[in-house]
Structure formats: structure tokens, C-alpha cells
């Protein structure tokens, strides 16, 4: 019998959390597991999972809208009610949070629904006053949305809120350029919320292949989001009707909300962290290595909280390897290369691999395959948007290094897509592939001439 209470004590049932629980326990570990909100985490309760069923909401209007190029006469204007969505929201997450948590019931994991912090190498200490002893400790508390100091920054909302607001507002100011702002800003100015977003960049989400970047801001743009670029929030003042916002470059706008998306830290203030001698980065994440070993022996960290790579399917790879390394007799690492990724604005992106200016930083001589096409559904909507289709290929070896998709149905195609990326498919490859016709991603195998810039 070990001298511990339970082998693994988890701190934090998200993503990462879960899943390294349910593994190391069905390798016959004892585990045990806190959490101080809810069984689910951020993706589950205010993350992926609301955003997304937020975004298909968001699309109804454009369904209504092109329903009539078909044929289709709705008998009187679709009415949309806000509260019933966030209700039904509501009521998906509580079911989706009851099933991880009896899942990890059903798998032996004793579960603590209070805060946990860590109290020594083989300790931690529950909110309740009690304390358990672990022969390892694993660190899953996920993030939190940044904070600015300046006037009035109470006022606003982050996307926690955002997912629980009890009315939509007549106008709403975004400020941030990641993925959580920009979707926001898609989901609210689909729904008619006039949309306002800011940013200090002069583009947004950094770090994706410039097309995307250029072609999602157009076409949001074009959607009727209104962009601030190279601008941020200085100010914010209640008003009777809502709130006055005043940024940087002098502008001064009126909205019921405003919503802050600056980015996402690490959560681990206060978790006692010194008792074992882990000292976090200056973003307060934590520094693992490939096993996600921290530099404390009984100490490990997984998921958001080591900002490696914040996504619900790393996290859970991340938990599941760290299991299968502690007790399943199989050290495990995970590979990030070539992970696909989504936004999922309207249009929305889906890419996968290095982008063409990563492919160019990497010092290799590059082809670029892509093509702009109007997709068959807007010939009788009427719909003007356009997708854009991407291939980056390695001109030594004929591999193609990144896909780039914008338009309906990108993240679907890009999951798939992916496989093939991973398995380090040629162009060739692509094109002995014979197309799927009529389909938007035909197209994928179908580019013949390569990019010149014209
Ligand atoms: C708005 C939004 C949209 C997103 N959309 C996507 C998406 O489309 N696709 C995608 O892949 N990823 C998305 N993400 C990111 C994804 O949610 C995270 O990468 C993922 O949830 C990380 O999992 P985790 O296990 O590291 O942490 P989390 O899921 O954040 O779980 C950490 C848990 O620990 C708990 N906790 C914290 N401290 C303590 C403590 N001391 N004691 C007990 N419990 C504690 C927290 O309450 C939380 O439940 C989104 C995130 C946000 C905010």
C-alpha cells in the first residue's frame, strides 16, 4: 500500500484534467480530483463548446436570407429571441458537465468540487480545510481572460460574460485581435448587434497565414463589423443608456457592452506553487518538459496552464500521454506539428501546417497553390462571399506544408484535410486524389498552376 491517500491528485477538471484522470485510474491508479467551478472546464462551460453553438445561431440569417434564391418564401420575418438561445445553451452545457462528471465517477476518480492549491511536494490542501496526500500532483487549472488597468475597465465584459449576457445589446465594442474577439465580434454582428471591434494591431489574428488574415477582415468587414485598427480602449464611462467608450486615438463611441478579448494567462496565482519550489514564467504559466514534468519532481502540468499550445484537443492529448507515463509503463510525449486549428468567424478559417510566411521564415524555396472562388451555393442566394483556398508546398520535396481555408465549412475540411498533411502527402498527392464533385473542396485537388503573385 502506497504511504499516499491517492496515487494522482488532479487540481482542475477541464479538458486536460479529466482526461488524465479517467486514463491514470483506469490504469488501476487511485485518483482523485478538484474542481472550483464546474465539471468541464473552460471548454465545455465557456469555451468551445457555447461559442460554437453561439455561431450556428449566428448563421440562421444568412440561411433565411438565402432560402429565397431557392425557392423559399418564409411566411413572416424570422424573430430571434436571445435569452431562449442562452437557455438552451444553458441547458446543452449542464448535460455535456453532468456526463464528464459522471464519467469520472463511473472510472473511480474521487472528485472534490472545491479549490484545491498545492501544499508541498506530496500535498493539497482543499478549500474545505482538509488536506490529501498524492504521490504526484498534476497541475490542469487551465486560464483566465487578461485584465487591463484604466479607467472604468470594470465596465466591461470578457467572454465569460459574454456567454451569459441576459440581453443582446443595440451596439457592442470588442477590443482585441485574437481568435475570441474576432468570433465574438462575428457572432454579435450576425445577430444585428452593431459591432465595433478594436485593436491595437493593424491586422487581426496574428500569426495566420496573411491571405486569411486579410480575406476574414474584408469579408467581416463587409458583414458589417466596423474595425478600430492600431487603436485600444483608454476609457470607459456608465452613461444612463450604457457605456461611453474613449480609446487612444481620440475616438469616442456609445455601446450597451463592451467586450474585452486581450488575450488568456495562466491560472496560478495562489496555488501554492512555492511550496514546491515552481516558479512561474512572466506570464505566470509553467515550464514542463516533453513528459510535462515540472522542475519539481512530483509536480506536473498540462493543458492551458503551460501555455504550450491552448487548445481543448492538446490539453487532452497532454493529460492522456502524462496517464499513459505515470502509470501505463509508457512514456509518452505528443507531437505538435501540423495541428489544425479553426476560427470560427462567419466566414470561418480552418488551417493546418505552416502558413506562407512561416514556410518562408524557414528558409525553404516555397510554391504557392490558391485560388478565390465564388462557392456554388451563392450562384442562386446570391451571396457574395467568395472562399479562399490555400496550399503551401515545399518546392524541394513536392510536401505540402499548410493548408488555408476561408469560407463555410473550412474547419470540417481542414480536420480532414489535416490527416493527409500529417502523413506528409505531396502535391502529387493531392492531385492524383480525384475530386468530389460538386463540392467546395474540390478545389483542393484540383490547383493546377502555381501562385506568381499576379
Ligand atoms: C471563448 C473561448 C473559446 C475557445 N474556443 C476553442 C475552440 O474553438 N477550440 C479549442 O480547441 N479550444 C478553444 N478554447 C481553448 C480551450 O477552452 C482551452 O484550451 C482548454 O479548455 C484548456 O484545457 P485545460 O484543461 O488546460 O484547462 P480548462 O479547461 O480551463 O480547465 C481548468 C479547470 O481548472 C479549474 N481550476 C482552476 N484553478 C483551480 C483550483 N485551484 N482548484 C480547483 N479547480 C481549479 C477551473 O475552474 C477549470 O474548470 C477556447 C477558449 C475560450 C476561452
Not at 486514463?23 to 467551478?37: K, M, N, Y
Not at 431562449?84 to 468540487?113: C, F, M, P, T, W
Not at 457592442?172 to 471591434?197: D, N, P
Not at 519539481?296 to 499513459?324: F, K, Q, W
Request: with cysteine.
Amino acid at each position: 500500500m502506497s504511504e499516499y491517500d491517492v496515487d494522482l491528485f488532479v487540481i482542475g477538471a477541464g479538458s486536460g484534467g479529466v482526461r488524465a484522470a479517467r486514463i491514470a485510474a483506469g490504469h488501476g491508479a487511485r485518483v482523485a480530483i478538484a474542481e472550483e467551478f464546474r465539471i468541464g472546464g473552460t471548454c465545455v462551460i465557456r469555451g468551445c463548446v457555447p461559442k460554437k453553438l453561439l455561431v450556428y445561431a449566428s448563421r440562421f440569417p444568412d440561411a433565411f436570407e438565402d432560402a429565397e434564391g431557392f425557392g423559399w418564401t418564409l411566411p413572416q420575418a424570422p424573430q430571434f429571441s436571445w435569452p431562449a438561445l442562452i437557455a438552451a445553451k444553458d441547458r446543452e452545457i449542464a448535460r455535456l458537465s453532468g456526463l464528464y462528471e459522471a464519467n469520472l465517477e463511473r472510472s473511480n476518480v474521487a472528485v472534490h468540487q472545491q479549490r484545491a492549491v498545492i501544499d508541498g511536494p506530496h500535498g493539497v490542501r482543499l478549500a474545505d480545510g482538509s488536506r490529501i496526500t498524492a504521490g504526484a500532483i498534476v497541475i490542469a487549472v487551465g486560464g483566465y481572460p487578461v485584465t487591463m488597468e484604466f479607467p472604468g475597465f470594470e465596465l466591461a465584459i470578457s467572454s465569460n460574460d459574454a456567454l451569459d449576457l441576459a440581453d443582446l445589446p443595440e451596439r457592442i465594442v470588442v477590443q482585441g485581435g485574437g481568435y475570441i474577439a474576432v468570433e465574438f465580434a462575428s457572432v454579435f454582428a450576425a445577430l444585428g448587434v452593431e459591432t465595433t471591434l478594436i485593436h491595437r494591431g493593424g491586422k487581426v489574428l496574428r500569426g495566420f497565414d496573411e491571405d486569411l488574415r486579410d480575406d476574414v477582415q474584408e469579408a467581416m468587414a463587409r458583414r458589417g463589423v466596423k474595425f478600430l485598427m492600431n487603436d485600444h480602449v483608454v476609457e470607459i464611462e456608465q452613461t444612463g443608456a450604457g457605456k461611453l467608450v474613449r480609446t487612444n486615438c481620440g475616438a469616442t463611441l456609445e455601446a450597451g457592452e463592451v467586450m474585452m478579448a486581450i488575450g488568456r494567462r495562466p491560472l496560478t496565482a495562489g496555488l501554492g506553487l512555492e511550496s514546491v519550489g515552481v516558479e512561474p514564467d512572466h506570464k505566470g504559466a509553467i515550464a514542463v518538459d516533453e513528459y510535462s514534468r515540472t522542475s519539481a519532481p512530483s509536480i506536473y502540468a498540462i493543458g492551458d496552464v503551460t501555455n504550450r499550445m491552448n487548445l481543448t484537443p492538446i490539453a487532452i492529448r497532454e493529460g492522456h500521454a502524462l496517464a499513459d507515463t505515470l502509470f501505463g509503463g509508457r512514456p509518452t510525449s505528443i507531437d505538435y506539428a501540423n495541428v489544425p486549428t479553426a476560427v470560427f468567424t462567419t466566414p470561418e478559417i480552418g488551417t493546418v501546417g505552416l502558413s506562407e510566411e512561416q514556410a518562408r521564415e524557414s528558409g525553404r524555396a516555397i510554391d504557392i497553390y490558391k485560388t478565390r472562388f465564388r462557392p456554388m451555393k451563392a450562384t442562386l442566394s446570391g451571396a457574395e462571399g467568395r472562399m479562399l483556398m490555400k496550399l503551401v508546398v515545399d518546392a524541394a520535396s513536392d510536401r505540402v506544408l499548410g493548408v488555408h481555408i476561408l469560407g463555410e465549412d473550412a474547419a470540417e475540411m481542414v480536420q480532414v484535410a489535416a490527416i493527409a498533411v500529417k502523413m506528409g502527402a505531396t502535391k502529387a498527392d493531392f492531385d492524383a486524389t480525384v475530386a468530389l464533385h460538386p463540392t467546395a473542396s474540390e478545389e483542393l485537388v484540383t490547383l493546377r498552376t502555381k501562385w506568381t503573385g499576379a
